[in-house]
């Protein structure tokens, strides 16, 4: 169709090489390829008269796909297709044997396809978790993509505009289809269950209505705060604002031990060094109820006066959230009425800033704990994720899987205000702490505090 430019077909699929009949793309065969794809890759690159190109499908050789993207003289061209649609036709492929039609004669007729609720969810899931990955990608390398619809490629216009955005010079006056529609009917003669297809797809939330908002930036792991028992195989990866000085204390008493001692200040290749050195290690973090993680921080980084604390976010939430705090830790008008009020407010400043509506930071300290475990990934899972009302049970249970044969209490949490949450908490502050961090309720399942 366009003289200078080439389709060398599905070059990186893992069944074939450019198409099922082809033996070498290149002169790249199916075995070189499958042990590196790389050299394939750098020959469709090689500049010359004619632009080479292949299709990329999300089940390809992922080895390529990086490469590509990060490729800033590689053209991209997003294919979209109804998804249901794209999923049938794959269905009755699979049935048929027959990938492709270039002659109508050669049509297989084909029974109807049952159509299957969870292979279609999983089927969805797998092409918006590809096309999300290429979104990303390609923002984060400041490229765009050309957007091709698969009703598209019967439109003139848009496949000369499609080769003109690759570079080509040509034009065509006619397209000239060389692949025929297989199953040229309506979904309701290919589906035999159709009434219950319709039923199925009824109930996917096709505009993500339950998605819980996420304004939240991502992070990136403290790995320095993570902490390690120096005798044992206990590895715990704080959260912020949770009980951190306990368990460290805790840790300490199980190697009997001074603070001291406890191995922390990581980086990664020290992380991975300790991992290696301690096989059958386990991990762990533990995550507050969200009421009394705003109430944890309220009260040792906002009522704080201490020099070392949030002053300046203290003296922004005076002035223009209207939080009335303390002069300081002697301010005896400060009473309990006094730090229900300001506690109230301050969790509505959260609401407004985890949604990104301050011009104040989402410090780490009060973000969302899913946030911040989320983070984590990137070097290391937490093997158990444990409640702070739940800790003393898991953490014996914990020590015991990892070779202690016995394990040092828990220490309760010390106070660290004038007004313990038990004293303010009502239904009106339960309210405001769901809205503030919708996303910890929904992702941990919490209910009321208490």
């Not at 096309?131 to 923002?139: E, F, S």
């Not at 020290?270 to 507050?288: C, D, E, M, Y």
């Not at 109430?295 to 223009?320: A, D, K």
């Not at 800033?353 to 070097?379: E, F, H, K």
Request: net charge neutral.
């Amino acid at each position: 169709m366009f003289v200078d430019l080439q389709s060398v077909g599905e070059a990186f699929n893992p069944n074939f090489i450019g198409t099922p009949k082809t033996r070498k793309v290149m002169e790249v065969s199916l075995l070189d390829r499958a042990q590196n794809p790389i050299p394939l890759l750098e020959k469709i690159k090689q500049p010359s008269q004619t632009i080479h190109g292949f299709r990329y499908f999300h089940d390809h050789d992922p080895r390529v796909l990086l490469p590509c993207l990060l490729d800033l003289r590689c053209a991209k061209i997003i294919l979209t297709r109804n998804p249901v649609e794209s999923y049938i036709s794959w269905k009755i492929a699979r049935q048929t044997g027959q990938w492709k039609l270039q002659n109508i004669n050669r049509r297989k007729e084909n029974q109807k396809i049952a159509f299957d609720a969870k292979e279609f969810s999983e089927y969805l899931t797998q092409i918006q978790n590809f096309n999300l990955y290429l979104n990303a990608r390609l923002q984060t390398t400041g490229q765009t993509a050309f957007q091709l619809n698969y009703e598209d490629l019967q439109n003139q216009d848009v496949i000369n505009g499609t080769a003109r955005f690759l570079g080509s010079t040509g034009e065509i006056e006619a397209v000239k289809a060389k692949l025929l529609p297989q199953n040229p009917v309506a979904l309701s003669e290919k589906v035999e269950n159709f009434p219950a297809m319709q039923a199925e797809l009824a109930q996917i939330d096709r505009f993500n209505l339950a998605r819980v908002p996420d304004f939240e930036p991502r992070r990136r792991p403290v790995i320095s705060h993570y902490i390690a028992t120096s005798r044992g195989s206990l590895l715990f990866m704080p959260v912020r604002s949770g009980p951190v000085e306990t368990i460290s204390q805790w840790l300490a008493a199980l190697d009997d031990v001074d603070l001291s001692e406890l191995l922390t200040a990581f980086d990664p290749p020290a992380l991975k060094s300790w991992q290696q050195a301690h096989p059958g290690h386990r991990s762990f973090t533990v995550i507050r109820h969200p009421v009394a993680q705003a109430h944890y921080v309220f009260c040792t980084r906002i009522l704080s006066t201490e020099p070392q604390q949030f002053s300046r976010i203290r003296n922004i939430l005076g002035r223009f959230f209207h939080i009335k705090l303390p002069e300081n830790a002697n301010d005896h008008a400060y009473d309990l009425a006094a730090h229900r009020t300001a506690f109230m407010q301050f969790l509505r400043f959260l609401s407004a800033n985890l949604t990104n509506q301050t011009n104040i930071r989402i410090d780490p300290n009060w973000a969302s704990q899913s946030q911040i475990i989320r983070a984590m990934a990137y070097n290391a899972h937490p093997d158990m994720i444990i409640r702070e009302n739940e800790m003393d049970v898991y953490l014996r249970a914990l020590a015991l899987q990892t070779g202690y044969s016995s394990s040092a209490k828990v220490a309760a949490e010390p106070s660290h205000t004038p007004f313990t949450l038990d004293e303010v908490y009502d239904d009106q502050i339960e309210a405001l702490a769901q809205t503030a961090y919708a996303t910890d309720y929904t992702t941990f399942g919490f209910g009321k505090f208490k």
